[in-house]
């Protein structure tokens, strides 16, 4: 009985150990580590989606549609309504509002060129000037090795900029800059050739022609340099 009692306890022992043993080995000392990376917005997101885009160019065709009709005055006033719609729908829908403020704003600085001038393809002249500077800043960015595709990423997501220091980056971000650099010099081009031949109905027509193509691939680009840098900041 002694015999058969003392193998009894020294199976439940080992038991005991084994279940120590294994649940130090499974025990959890430190919190699951987050993948950062996956949980930042992308570039997509911050330019608003294929949505941000869409409604990007809905005030300017709600204003050459109402000029087109019922002349300058009520089309500032559609154009500025569908702004304001715009606006709210993104709230509504717990979106983000970035490019829906930054439209607006646009909008009603073109509402009051146009106003001021009476010329319906005034509407669109912020929108070009806007293009060409980004065009020179971006291009200048890269001259002085500072690209621009490098300083925005980080700056939208708390970065460092030690990833100035790494060539793999440097060329990267370079890389990207220069495309945003081609897109915004193509649309400044288009939209002055049909300003110059006083065309505002085609001026919107080309900006909706160009601009998913062109934020495409700048997307595109930047989203490449971007894992490119990965883990150099």
Avoid at 22 to 37: G, I, L, N, Q
Avoid at 96 to 110: D, E, K
Wanted: proline fraction near 4%; glycine fraction near 8%; charge should be positive.
């Amino acid at each position: 009985d002694y015999s058969r009692l003392r193998k009894k306890n020294s199976v439940t022992l080992s038991l005991v150990s084994c279940s120590h043993q294994e649940a130090r080995r499974f025990r959890v000392s430190d919190p699951p580590t987050v993948d950062t990376d996956r949980c930042r917005p992308t570039v997509w997101d911050h330019v608003g989606g294929t949505s941000g885009l869409v409604q990007s160019a809905m005030p300017s065709l709600a204003f050459v549609s109402a000029h087109a009709v019922a002349g300058i005055g009520t089309a500032i006033a559609v154009a500025i309504a569908t702004a304001t719609v715009v606006l709210v729908v993104r709230l509504l829908r717990r979106q983000t509002v970035r490019p829906a403020l930054g439209g607006m704003v646009g909008v009603v600085v073109s509402s009051a060129i146009a106003y001021r001038t009476g010329d319906a393809r005034d509407f669109f002249l912020p929108d070009v000037w806007a293009y060409a500077i980004a065009a020179v800043v971006t291009a200048l960015s890269i001259v002085v090795r500072r690209p621009l595709a490098g300083i925005l990423w980080s700056a939208l997501n708390g970065d460092s900029m030690g990833w100035q220091r790494n060539r793999r980056a440097m060329v990267g971000y370079s890389v990207a800059t220069g495309v945003a650099a081609l897109a915004f010099t193509v649309r400044t081009v288009a939209q002055m050739w049909f300003y110059e031949h006083d065309q505002p109905g085609t001026m919107v027509a080309m900006r909706l022609a160009l601009n998913y193509p062109l934020w495409a691939i700048v997307a595109l680009a930047w989203t490449w340099s971007i894992r490119r840098a990965g883990g150099t900041s």
